[in-house]
């Protein structure tokens, strides 16, 4: 019993970073204050009530339109909130209540906040980026996160330096440096390169897919990035059974 509230209050406070979550996705990349104005219809600029921003049960309610002028809302709402809850839920199952476990949940967060914008606008907003990093950073192994997100982060970015070197352009951005240091602070070593692997494998179908469209990289990151601290013991097993047979 204590479990299951456990669960549904971590999954309502999911919801609810969910909803501010979404401010984030759309006016973040605009260069929009978060905080002000406060929350209004996109279509009428009407500021909504307290009730029309209720997680999920609004949009519901509402029936997807706006209260004052009947325009659509983007499910987009209800579906980042939900995902969000789903995060909190999960990574309580991997971690449990210990004291890192709120910056782990506010990396993760991040980590999907930069996965809507980059899919929206193509971009990957350094604000919210670094911010995924430092909460990556608080680990009960504090020092060994920092040494691991400098040498991914900083090892991508000399191989980002070389090829531009070598190619005469730019072939690696900050964002993608600050992205790897992410990861190998949630992940560590060999983690993390195992999580490099499987985010180029996720990448594959969409890509050839899209053709000449781009594609943006950072979704499948975060994504492996995810699989890979749930299944992190089954990944050191799978990768000790490919070098070691």
């Known amino acids: 019993m204590e479990t299951t509230f456990t ?40 500021p909504l009530k307290w009730y029309h921003n209720v997680p999920i049960f609004s949009w519901i309610f509402l029936g ?93 970015f000399l191989l980002g330096l070389a090829t531009s070197l070598i190619f005469k352009k730019e072939a690696m951005g900050s964002a993608d440096v600050i992205v790897a240091g992410t990861m190998a602070g949630l992940l560590g070593f060999p983690l993390f390169f195992l999580a490099l692997f499987l985010s180029a494998l996720l990448a594959i179908i969409p890509s050839l897919l899209a053709k000449d469209t781009m594609v943006p990289f950072v979704p499948f990151l975060a994504l492996a990035t995810f699989i890979v601290y749930l299944f992190d013991t089954q990944s050191l097993q799978l990768l000790n059974w490919i070098l070691y047979g």
């Not at 969910?18 to 009428?44: M, T, W």
Request: net charge negative; glycine share 6%; aromatic share 16%.
């Open 7 to 46: 669960l549904i209050t971590l999954f309502i406070f999911g919801i609810t970073i969910g909803s501010f979550l979404n401010v984030v996705i759309y006016r973040i990349p605009k260069d929009e204050s978060i905080a002000f104005p406060a929350s209004h219809c996109q279509s009428c600029n009407t």
């Open 64 to 156: 997807g339109k706006c209260a004052f002028c009947q325009e659509s809302i983007s499910k987009q709402y209800p579906i980042v909130e939900f995902i969000t809850g789903l995060i909190f839920v999960i990574l309580y199952l991997k971690v449990g209540f210990e004291w890192y476990l709120p910056a782990i949940l506010l990396s993760f967060t991040a980590l999907f906040a930069l996965v809507m914008i980059d899919f929206k606008y193509f971009a990957v907003p350094d604000s919210v980026n670094i911010f995924a990093l430092l909460m990556a950073l608080i680990q009960p192994e504090f020092i060994d996160a920092i040494i691991n997100a400098l040498l991914a982060g900083g090892g991508l």
